[in-house]
């Protein structure tokens, strides 16, 4: 019908006769560039927190650091530019079985996770990894009151050496911790560890067997884990591996938003908590002493800052 009409009568009559401005009849409509700056804030922002954000995340880290920008146009450009959040690609793995530990200590936590104390709960479970076609395993130590990593550990056997070097980099006094809480994987039930907990005064708790969800927490950082760090990375050996994983760590503790903690570190939910004991009482004798106790001679004890 429209071609009809062209071919008998000009644009200058038709517009004439619909009281239309012929301007808007040749008008093409051009969308709005977006400002390169604002791109490459969000770019820079996408890949500084190693891909892992989706777009609410992204743009709670925006916002924080003083950029202007509403959700429409982030998600405008997150599609523009391909940024997808590592969650959207992680390809899922089986799990593997741990031996069980037959320990007649039972769960103390009874799945309450939230709402504890500075250091009243940490909470331990391993996962492995592939560092050049071979099987190597990690160790965190995750304190509760802030889901803080507070050790970790890497290396090539799932054993009680692996739990005891994570449990060897924890900077806190661990006389301060209540209770360890872990699953009943027989790599942490042994003496060294039972060694530790014992000079530490430190309570047992143990999932229920066949209960995963028993250690909840740990599961889920382990997801975490495996999607923020491990996803798409490359370790070419144990060493590789260690110095990427306390390079993470620092991230994780000090510049990854929890939307659990109110879209705060879990340093700055510690610090605006005043949680935490003192860079004195760490570095003090008597916990210097402490290591000697359990067989670990000249651990480096006090603070970095």
Not at 238 to 249: G, H, P, T
Request: glycine share 6%; charged share 30%; aromatic share 10%.
């Amino acid at each position: 019908m429209i071609t009809e009409l062209k071919a008998k009568y000009s644009i200058k009559k038709l517009c004439e006769f619909l009281d239309m401005n012929r301007d808007s009849y040749y008008y093409t409509p051009t969308k709005a560039e977006i400002d390169k700056q604002l791109i490459q804030d969000v770019k820079e922002t996408f890949y500084h927190n190693k891909g892992a954000y989706g777009q609410k995340k992204l743009y709670k880290a925006l916002r924080k650091k003083g950029v202007s920008i509403g959700k429409e146009k982030l998600s405008e450009i997150m599609k523009q530019e391909n940024l997808v959040s590592k969650y959207v690609m992680r390809r899922h793995s089986n799990s593997s079985q741990n031996a069980t530990n037959h320990d007649e200590t039972g769960n103390k936590l009874g799945r309450k996770f939230s709402g504890r104390k500075a250091l009243e709960v940490v909470a331990s479970d391993l996962t492995y990894v592939d560092v050049n076609h071979k099987w190597h395993y990690l160790c965190l130590l995750i304190e509760l009151s802030h889901r803080e990593i507070i050790g970790y550990s890497a290396g090539q056997n799932k054993d009680s050496a692996l739990v005891k070097a994570a449990w060897l980099t924890i900077k806190e006094d661990i006389r301060n911790i209540c209770i360890f809480h872990t699953d009943r994987g027989s790599e942490f039930k042994n003496e060294e560890i039972d060694k530790i907990l014992k000079v530490g005064n430190i309570e047992r708790s143990l999932s229920n067997p066949g209960t995963p969800i028993d250690n909840a927490v740990c599961e889920s950082m382990y997801d975490i884990v495996k999607t923020e760090f491990l996803f798409g990375e490359k370790f070419t050996d144990l060493a590789d591996l260690q110095a990427k994983l306390s390079a993470w760590v620092w991230w994780y503790n000090n510049e990854r938003l929890h939307s659990s903690l109110g879209y705060q570190t879990p340093m700055e939910s510690r610090k605006s908590c005043e949680i935490g004991v003192t860079e004195e009482k760490i570095a003090n004798k008597k916990y210097q002493k402490f290591w000697k106790k359990v067989g670990v001679h000249g651990q480096k004890v006090c603070v970095d800052k």
